[in-house]
């Protein structure tokens, strides 16, 4: 008993224990009952039954040691092949959603990029057919003013003409109406009386001098005023002339500036708006870059997250496992105490 005697306890159970040992052994050392065989027995008996208590209870925490630590494995090795699982699910799930952005990114390029092309065809094409439009509405325009002119000048021409026709004839017709008008006068003198013709003979002479001076001075004045009016009428058509030429050919400048200017202004908004539509083609591209990028970091970020919240509740589990088998091993050691000391109290 000496190594019972320096045994020093390190917790209450053991304490107590060790007490009960060293009273039973004291009660059995006592003079009166140290030669009774009666209750070295069963001091015996209690000893034996304590060591027994302690073999079972260092097999059943050896079991116990034993079916927790495989458990522990088999736990630990099924939520590893979980989480692995949910891990490749994650992984394969990121992967689609990564070759559907790809494939939507790629589509939508490919669909600005059409449209663009579109766009551009169809500016280049109206564009093409403007100016040609313009440049034939030039030419019929020139083409109406050649024609107008050409006219205007042959209307000048022929009224010219017609008008020196006319003076022509206004002054034949007075021209003959004044000698018919002469030889009328003379007849009638002559008729009136030879009388009269030598009464005033000198009368009549004198009548036919101015008469005849007159009607030179008439014819004069006439000759003068066709001739005046012909100038006129010439100096006035080649000045209309002159003057719808250089019409003529200030409309034409003006519709080559104005055809030249609508030109510079459709490809200057053609050129526009394809830097517009490539400019926003730009920025949809960049767009859908951005947002397949944040989607792609989002569901790296949950799948972190979610391999985290797995790993949280396997280790609860895995705590959880361990405080029942404790809660489960205490209560069997409990009912196997109850049970030798029931049995030691009968068999006692």
């Known amino acids: 008993m000496s190594s019972l005697a320096s045994y020093t306890p390190g917790t209450t159970a053991a304490k107590y224990f060790t007490a009960g040992t060293k009273n039973l052994v004291d009660f059995s050392n006592k003079p009166e009952y140290k030669d009774n065989e009666t209750v070295g027995a069963m001091v015996a008996g209690q000893l034996l039954d ?66 663009g092309e579109q766009d551009r065809l169809g500016i280049t094409t109206t564009g093409t057919e403007q100016r040609k439009g313009i440049k034939l509405t030039g030419e019929q325009q020139r083409k109406g003013m050649v024609t107008s002119g050409q006219q205007d000048r042959l209307s000048l021409v022929t009224s010219g003409e017609q008008q020196r026709k006319g003076i022509k004839l206004t002054g034949e ?57 012909r100038k006129g009428i010439e100096t006035t058509g080649t000045e209309e002339r002159k003057g719808m030429v250089t019409s003529g050919e200030q409309q034409r400048k003006g519709i080559e500036t104005t055809g030249t200017e609508q030109r510079k202004g459709i490809e200057t908004t053609g050129t526009e708006e394809r830097k517009g539509i490539v400019a926003t083609g730009g920025q949809q591209r960049l767009g859908i870059a951005a947002t397949g990028t944040e989607e792609r970091l989002g569901h790296a970020s949950k799948g972190a997250q979610d391999r985290l919240t797995v790993g949280e ?25 109850a049970v030798r000391r029931g049995g030691a109290r009968f068999f006692g």
Do not use: C, P
């Open 173 to 229: 017709q007075q021209r003959k109406g004044m000698v018919t008008s002469g030889q009328q006068d003379r007849l009638s003198l002559v008729t009136s009386g030879e009388q009269q013709r030598k009464g005033i003979k000198t009368t009549g002479e004198e009548d036919r001098k101015g008469m005849v001076t007159t009607g030179e001075q008439q014819r004069l004045g006439i000759a003068a005023t066709g001739t005046e009016q």
């Open 50 to 115: 304590s060591f027994a208590t302690q073999a079972n209870t260092g097999s059943a925490l050896a079991y116990n040691d034993a079916f927790l630590g495989s458990l522990g494995k088999m736990q630990g090795g099924l939520e590893t092949l979980k989480t692995g699982n949910q891990m490749t699910l994650m992984a394969s799930e990121a992967n689609l959603a990564g070759g559907l952005i790809d494939k939507q990114e790629t589509a939508q390029k490919n669909i600005i990029q059409k449209t």
């Open 313 to 337: 509740a396997g280790r609860q589990e895995r705590q959880n496992i361990r405080e029942r088998t404790t809660q489960d091993l205490r209560a069997r050691a409990d009912a196997r105490g």
